[in-house]
């Protein structure tokens, strides 16, 4: 399962509501750009990562809240 789609259904489950994702950078010129993105969970807690593209830096910082959560959970 996608990333970015696994912690908002888990989140959806856990707290009745949606993460919510933005743009928050792009750097470097158009044909090779560095995005940034962050993703806010429903706790409050803040994901960022960057990527080529917006896709990419999403599912890192999803990525990241997963390993997070799951470590949070232990």
Not at 47 to 66: D, I, M, Y
Request: a negative charge; hydrophobic letters at 35%.
């Amino acid at each position: 399962m996608n990333p970015i789609t696994e912690l908002a259904e888990l989140m959806q489950k856990m707290h009745g509501e949606n993460i919510e994702t933005r743009v928050i950078a792009k750097r470097g010129p158009d044909h090779c750009p560095t995005i940034t993105v962050e993703i806010a969970l429903p706790t409050g807690d803040t994901f960022t990562a960057e990527g080529g593209n917006q896709k990419e830096a999403k599912q890192k910082a999803a990525l990241e809240a997963l390993k997070q959560l799951n470590t949070s959970a232990e």
